[in-house]
């Protein structure tokens, strides 16, 4: 199985939204709403933002947001600050019973 | 609170088998749904999910390393043990062990990691 596609950099200014894409094939993201993101800060352990698409944990910022249409999962962070400056990550269900990780978006705020 | 530990050698040579175990406290792989897995990540570069399990003995494999891995579980020591045969260099990275909830496809929470170096 591939990677999920994401883009290597997405960048913005505090307060702005930005969005992380995440593609995948009709073998996960094309049958499945078992999306998750992660946030991963230097040297730390990943933690989970959103799953199943679009919920979040117990104590995510709702400024934290997720979505999909067809292959196409999307991260959005809206009101930009500076502490969600990190790695993110998608991860997929895939129709072999197993997951899957995306590429990984690093964001920097400007 | 979940949490969850890594525990195993930081080198290994080339062509050895890696043990690793994740001891983990707050939950039991008893209950139904519940899995603990494993996922890694080479130094700079992106996480790669290995293996998961479940309470009855339910388990699946990353398809490209599946011929490597095997994964099992000790319930009375709440464990689960990763061993991944025929190690490369390329197999170094950090090691995650994870939590899963029942109807919940996302991994939460995650161990610190264990960095695992592949050199002779």
């Known amino acids: 199985q591939s990677a999920l596609t994401q883009p290597a950099s997405v960048s913005g200014s505090p307060g702005q939204s930005i969005t992380i894409s995440c593609t995948g094939t009709s073998g996960d993201l094309g049958i499945y709403n078992y999306v998750s993101w992660y946030q991963q800060h230097p040297g730390k352990a990943p933690t989970l933002m959103i799953f199943?698409?679009?919920n979040r944990p117990s104590g995510v910022s709702n400024r934290f947001s997720g979505s999909k249409s067809g292959y196409t999962a999307s991260l959005t962070i809206s009101g930009l600050q500076a502490e969600d400056e990190a790695d993110y990550y998608c991860s997929s269900y895939t129709r072999s019973s197993t997951y899957v990780f995306g590429t990984g978006t690093k964001v920097t705020v400007l | 609170q979940i949490t969850l530990k890594e525990s195993g050698p930081t080198l290994v040579k080339p062509t050895q088998t890696l043990t690793l175990t994740c001891t983990f406290s707050g939950f039991s792989l008893t209950t139904n749904g519940v899995a603990v897995g494993w996922i890694r990540q080479p130094p700079g570069q992106a996480l790669e999910w290995l293996a998961l399990?479940?309470?009855?003995?339910?388990?699946s494999y990353s398809p490209s390393l599946k011929n490597r891995l095997n994964i099992s579980t000790d319930t009375s020591k709440n464990q689960v043990v990763l061993t991944m045969t025929n190690v490369d260099p390329v197999d170094t990275a950090t090691y995650y062990c994870?939590?899963?909830?029942?109807?919940?496809?996302?991994?939460?929470?995650w161990g610190q990691g264990t960095l695992v170096t592949v050199s002779s």
């Open positions: 199943d698409v679009s």
């Open positions: 399990t479940y309470r009855n003995d339910d388990k």
């Open positions: 994870v939590h899963r909830r029942p109807r919940l496809f996302g991994f939460d929470p």
